[in-house]
């Protein structure tokens, strides 16, 4: 499983932080960025201490086109974040929540944008397992 944004360094690491901790062992799960940036984002790494989810030592990431290859699905986060089709995994897009647009911001923005999350992967586990 590839979690994938523009900057790598919020909702395609939340998105993958919280499919850890939903799948456990029995999914791999990476995430990338198609542009990305130089830091995770703090407040969605506090956002996701607050369930557990413990972002310490992840740092934003190019796509890695073997990996990508051999992946069986793709997420990618938001509409900016483009990946080139390749034969093989399932691609999937989730344009999710973006509080910001409601004036909501810091903290509270990143809480409502992990629940979205939350909510979207919690869904594919249950898919995942229902195959």
């Given at each position: 499983m590839l979690f994938v944004c523009v900057k790598n360094g919020g909702k395609s690491q939340m998105a993958a932080g919280l499919m850890r901790k939903a799948a456990g062992t029995d999914v791999e799960v990476h995430?990338?960025?198609?542009?990305?940036?130089?830091?995770?984002?703090?407040?969605?790494?506090?956002?996701?201490?607050?369930?557990?989810?413990?972002?310490?030592?992840?740092?934003?990431?190019?796509?890695?086109?073997?990996?990508l290859a051999r992946m069986d699905?793709?997420?990618?986060?938001?509409?900016?974040?483009?990946?080139?089709?390749?034969?093989?995994?399932m691609f999937e897009n989730w344009d999710t929540d973006e509080p910001s647009e409601r004036g909501i911001e810091g903290i509270e923005r990143m809480r409502l944008v992990r629940d979205d999350i939350a909510s979207r992967v919690d869904d594919l586990v249950k898919r995942l397992r229902d195959r």
């Amino acid at each position: 499983m590839l979690f994938v944004c523009v900057k790598n360094g919020g909702k395609s690491q939340m998105a993958a932080g919280l499919m850890r901790k939903a799948a456990g062992t029995d999914v791999e799960v990476h995430s990338a960025g198609t542009k990305p940036g130089s830091t995770v984002n703090p407040l969605s790494a506090q956002s996701l201490l607050e369930v557990g989810v413990d972002l310490t030592g992840e740092q934003p990431k190019p796509i890695d086109p073997a990996l990508l290859a051999r992946m069986d699905y793709v997420v990618t986060l938001g509409s900016e974040a483009q990946v080139g089709t390749v034969d093989g995994p399932m691609f999937e897009n989730w344009d999710t929540d973006e509080p910001s647009e409601r004036g909501i911001e810091g903290i509270e923005r990143m809480r409502l944008v992990r629940d979205d999350i939350a909510s979207r992967v919690d869904d594919l586990v249950k898919r995942l397992r229902d195959r």
